[in-house]
């Protein structure tokens, strides 16, 4: 119950039912702040208790100075939590493990139960090993159940061990797309009330809900399993970015193009730790699809979240996705009630402004290894010239012409292009030719895009007008379309658009995340062998959102964002050298050149195939029995108890050693000593680099502990799958295939020098530790700038610290890894402004003493904390930013923080 300091607590009568809402107009200041923030006052309002939520943090929340920097926490409690299955399985792992802690401890296992809705969608499993056949989708989903029967049965003991904890089955859909179709409320109600939909999610990419205004952002597992057990998120009441949208996208441009150029201004403005939030007259000319596909790449922004405020457009998309009319008239009711409304003219208060004219984007795409590395789509062919530089030999430099081409120079000239035609013999007997920039991976894949019919239906009708001209793939173009719900195969089905994309061997291969989470499945055998016989810098073309080196495949090493009708382009043009848009794309039946202007439907014919192919019906028989799953999944037979019965044989489901030797007491934290540097790590390492997700190599430490367990080869899976298992997570940590670990240079993969023998020789990272831990030295990580941006992998942190690293010195940190490093007792320290470990001399061969750190026993959080190098010495920033975070490290991480506090409950 909340304390009601504010007299707000009110009734809200919509039809015959009467709710519970606590009004905002009771707070004075409320009235001018930005959507997002209103939504965290209601919060505070709701949940007001008077200790760890109190009348001065909502008066703090009334009274928010939009100049100032953050300094007030809040305690930020979500209505629910959404999570996919290669973070919620160690979830699970962890509540099945903190179950048993409990116990011995004394305490009650039943207490370990979640106390908001928590909803998991196994999304990221499926791999396109299958593709370009009728019967792909049928053979991926066998694989897939054949190679992840032990965590499926896992998830599904989950879903009948915890209350309030439902399971969407495979072959369903993409997490954030069945978010927002079907399992987002935008108005939330339980126990009688009605509040703000909210939520935080074990994905980055949760932030697509914000497109239907509902709050929430992706955090690590640790950080949910949290939140699932109702412990509040401690947070700084942040800045808020406005993003004011004007105008209206020309014909010819996509969702794509808009939220490459919106993330390419966002990350030059820098929006890190900010909400961003969309205002003006552009917004109400914003389709939810645009919004939602906007609110999809915040994580590439940099920003927290990136919402869009309810507005007609919302009520519309909630009922075509087959809400009932009762929520939707609640949603309406609720919003203009507590002014949640979007007003295109006003002007909230906000931190900072940008603008955009929606008019102004041009069609684009990013790569070739970050998203907001944007590219005109008219100059990507002479970009690439340029960037293929970095990823071939010398030798074929010297035969491209160094001196005609210098790599400082922008892209002027082709003839210094790099250049090795292989000739590749195919199984069928076919002989063609590939070279670097070859796109042997052509993917329409991720939520970001397949939840969005305009782009969809575009890519479909590229499909049958170049179908229709006789156009087709090159032969080395593996071509796949994962949706992420079915509703998209439904209504290309019902336009009859489903022969041309499988004319072009866009066939569907699965329901899930697929090519954009690094499943993408093998090459051709014979083009894989082409390619690195030859150390050919082939290509990827995917409509998703991340493309960070090492992500898409093994053999591709540069990897491009498009739109999907540009992805069908790219797969028939067969080559990032072709100019798409001015360049013939091949010739029709009559000899005729084709050129992407004459398959490129209108805006027009795009409108139509959506408003007369989708309907209201699609979406309630999609998610009629949502949670039931199929034949495969009903008869995976269902271990029973309220704890887990491990299988020591298992490779995919193991009991970690977080809790080991745990006592109710805590002991007071300690400086490091004596410590030795396990990796130097260069800028923008996101948390592919750190804990990959992608397939498991034979010759790596993981690949040996799975041999030494009896796993065939072409069972190993990927390391995603297999996060339940600490064991193969702990020897992928630092094995991303293209790290560069600059103590061991010359080296690309998971390698370090291992200062525990002599003359310190290159070793695994994962030997190495295991040695350090042996001999009792602790270890430290040195990164530059933007370190573990990307997914919000919890593994990236959970390895890191079972490596015995205690402490991370970076230039900065993206938002989710800092916390979660603090949320595994590893301490996340900041270089003085503008130093670096190359600006400050280090090599990271040095001995590390980190003195000061015990200032946290005293309560408070030191500002900074003195770090000795061999001869340097430097004051390092305490990236512990909330007194939360303190309690979190204090007690050796977020886990053993909230098992302590429900034991004493």
């Not at 399993?225 to 441009?253: C, D, H, W, Y």
């Not at 800092?818 to 320290?829: A, C, D, E, H, T």
Request: with cysteine; net charge negative; proline share 5%.
């Amino acid at each position: 119950m909340s304390a009601n300091s504010f007299d707000a607590r009110s009734t809200l009568q919509v039809g015959d039912e009467s709710y519970e809402i606590f009004r905002l107009d009771k707070v004075e200041g409320s009235a001018r702040l930005p959507y997002s923030l209103k939504v965290l006052l209601e919060n505070l309002l709701r949940t007001e208790d008077g200790a760890n939520i109190t009348a001065d943090h909502i008066r703090a929340l009334g009274g928010w100075d939009s100049r100032a920097q953050p300094s007030q926490e809040i305690q930020f409690t979500p209505a629910r939590v959404i999570m996919q299955d290669f973070t919620g399985v160690p979830c699970v792992v962890d509540l099945a493990t903190m179950r048993e802690a409990v116990k011995e401890l004394g305490g009650d296992p039943a207490k370990i139960n979640p106390l908001a809705p928590a909803e998991l969608v196994i999304d990221h499993s499926v791999i396109a090993d299958k593709f370009g056949t009728a019967n792909a989708f049928q053979q991926n989903v066998e694989l897939e159940y054949g190679r992840n029967k032990e965590r499926y049965q896992f998830l599904r003991w989950g879903q009948t061990a915890f209350d309030e904890f439902k399971v969407v089955p495979p072959g369903t859909g993409i997490v954030h797309q069945v978010n927002i179709e079907h399992l987002a409320r935008t108005v939330m109600t339980r126990n009688g009330q009605a509040y703000p939909d909210t939520l935080v999610g074990t994905d980055s990419h949760t932030t697509m809900v914000n497109g239907l205004g509902v709050l929430g952002w992706g955090v690590g597992g640790i950080e949910a399993e949290a939140a699932m057990l109702g412990q509040p998120v401690s947070m700084l009441i942040p800045r808020v970015v406005g993003f004011k949208l004007t105008g209206e996208l020309k014909p010819g441009t996509t969702a794509t193009d808009l939220v490459l150029t919106i993330t390419e201004m966002l990350r030059k403005h820098g929006v890190v730790g900010k909400f961003v939030e969309f205002y003006g007259e552009g917004v109400a000319a914003t389709s939810l699809a645009n919004r939602a596909t906007i609110g999809n790449m915040s994580p590439e922004f940099g920003s927290t979240a990136a919402i869009f405020p309810i507005d007609d457009e919302t009520l519309n998309y909630l009922k075509l996705t087959g809400r009932s009319e009762q929520q939707v008239a609640l949603v309406e009711a609720y919003a203009k009630e507590q002014g949640l409304w979007l007003d295109p003219a006003a002007e909230p208060d906000f931190s900072e402004k940008l603008e955009l004219d929606l008019s102004t984007v041009v069609p684009s795409i990013a790569g070739p290894k970050r998203p907001q590395d944007r590219i005109v789509l008219a100059e990507a062919a002479q970009q690439f010239t340029h960037d293929v530089r970095n990823y071939v030999s010398e030798a074929d430099l010297d035969e491209a012409g160094k001196e005609s081409f210098p790599a400082s120079d922008a892209p002027a000239v082709s003839n210094g292009t790099p250049s090795k035609p292989t000739q590749v013999v195919a199984a069928d007997g076919s002989v063609f030719e590939i070279d670097h920039g070859a796109v042997t991976v052509a993917a329409i894949t991720s939520c970001t895009n397949t939840s969005n019919p305009y782009v969809m239906v575009a890519a479909a009708l590229v499909a049958k007008k170049a179908v229709e001209k006789g156009l087709s793939r090159k032969p080395w173009v593996k071509t796949t379309l994962a949706p992420g719900s079915k509703v998209v195969t439904d209504y290309f089905d019902k336009a009859n658009l489903t022969p041309y994309l499988d004319k072009l061997g866009f066939n569907l291969v699965g329901y899930g995340c697929t090519t954009c989470i690094g499943n993408s499945g093998p090459l051709d055998e014979e083009i894989s062998k082409a390619i690195n016989e030859n150390d050919l810098a082939v290509t990827s073309v995917l409509s998703g959102n991340r493309n960070f080196e090492g992500r898409i495949n093994p053999d591709v090493k540069m990897n491009y964002l498009a739109s999907p009708p540009l992805v069908v382009a790219y797969a028939i043009a067969g080559s990032m050298k072709v100019d798409i848009t001015t360049e013939a794309l091949g010739t029709d039946q009559d000899g005729n050149p084709v050129y992407l202007k004459d398959i490129w439907p209108s805006e027009a014919e795009v409108n139509d195939v959506v408003a007369n192919a989708i309907g209201e019906d699609m979406f309630s028989k999609s998610y009629e029995d949502v949670f039931a799953g199929d034949a495969q999944w009903q008869a995976l037979p269902i271990p029973t108890g309220d704890t887990f019965e491990w299988d020591p044989q298992s490779t995919y489901v193991r009991k970690p050693p977080y809790f080991e030797g745990m006592t109710m007491e805590t002991s007071p934290v300690s400086d490091v000593q004596g410590a030795r540097v396990l990796a130097k790590l260069g800028d923008s390492v996101t948390t592919d680099h750190i804990s990959p997700a992608g397939a498991i190599k034979a010759d790596t430490p993981a690949g040996q502990y799975l041999t030494e367990h009896g796993v065939e080869r072409r069972d190993f899976n990927s390391y995603g799958s297999r996060r339940g298992n600490h064991e193969v997570m702990i020897r992928g940590t630092f094995a991303n295939i293209r790290l560069r670990n600059q103590i061991a240079p010359g080296t690309e993969g998971g390698f370090t020098r291992d200062f525990t023998q002599e003359g310190g020789p290159v070793s695994f990272i994962y030997d190495a530790s295991q040695n350090y831990q042996a001999a009792g030295i602790p270890l430290v990580i040195l990164a530059g700038k933007e370190y573990g941006s990307g997914s919000s992998r919890d593994w990236a942190a959970k390895g890191t610290a079972l490596l015995g690293v205690k402490a991370v010195i970076a230039e900065s940190y993206e938002r989710i890894h800092r916390s979660n490093l603090i949320g595994m007792g590893v301490l996340p320290l900041q270089f003085p402004e503008g130093a670096s470990a190359q600006s400050l001399g280090l090599t990271g061969e040095e001995t590390f003493d980190i003195t000061g750190v015990t200032a946290l026993n005293d309560g408070g959080i030191p500002e900074t904390v003195k770090v000795k190098a061999g001869d340097v010495e430097f004051d390092a920033k305490v990236r512990i930013d909330t007194p939360g975070e303190a309690d979190y490290y204090r007690n050796g991480g977020i886990m053993q923080y909230v098992l302590r506090s429900l034991i004493r409950k």
